[in-house]
């Protein structure tokens, strides 16, 4: 088989292959992109869950210190009333004990509650996250189905058409295929063009008589306008 006709060969199948890819659309970027949404929903909420159990350990401890301070705090007080305490000294060093627990109670106190808001705030967006995930896997889930389902209709002359494309292209040197490659871009798969009544079926411009002659004999010829390659 000639150049020329293993170019058209390749055209037509190029041709097929980008109408399969038509017929699928955006569903495998779409699918893409779903999939990384549900990547970072899934690393965001495990992020969130592990920070919440921390915190929930935090509120743990410092109800704990809390609890025991205060009742360090009475026991303390309790002293001062239950004849513990004979010298002004002794009374004086109790009363700064007295106030350093009362500033570490409410330090605290202070710290349960930021804890205790932290922990609401984290249980609402692991809340609000789970249910983001739920509707992006619910939409993955169609995304792929449908995405599969034209796949499988598909897949077998997609994968025949590559391995023809393959076969053809074995056939065409390195310099035309890049060549090929540059017009398909250009001129959105219309490669070739046949030479109708001495013009470029492509573009309309006439084709001079000796580019004629070689095309008839099937030589590699290239149309002066629009540069695609042309066949008689």
Known sequence: ????????????????????????????????????????????????????????????????????????????????????ISTNKEYDAMMETIDFEKNLLSEKENELIELMSKKEELSKEIE???????????????????????????SEEQNALKSERDSVAENIDSDTMSKYAEIYEARKGLVVAEILDNSCEGCGAMVPPQSVNEALSQNIVFCGNCSRFLFK
Do not use: H, W, Y
Request: glycine residues 4%.
């Open 1 to 84: 088989m000639s150049l020329i006709n293993q170019i058209i060969l390749l055209q037509e199948v190029d041709n097929k292959l980008f109408e399969i890819e038509k017929l699928l659309g955006d569903l495998p970027s779409k699918v893409e992109e779903l999939t990384q949404n549900e990547d970072g929903v899934k690393t965001s909420l495990q992020n969130k869950e592990n920070e919440l159990r921390e915190t929930s350990v935090l509120i743990s401890t410092n109800e704990t210190l809390v609890e025991t301070t205060s009742a360090k705090i009475n026991s303390l007080k309790d002293k001062l009333i239950d004849g513990s």
């Open 128 to 154: 609000e996250d789970k249910s983001s995930l739920d509707g992006i896997i619910s939409e993955l889930n169609t995304k792929k189905d449908s995405l599969n389902a034209k796949m499988q209709e598909v």
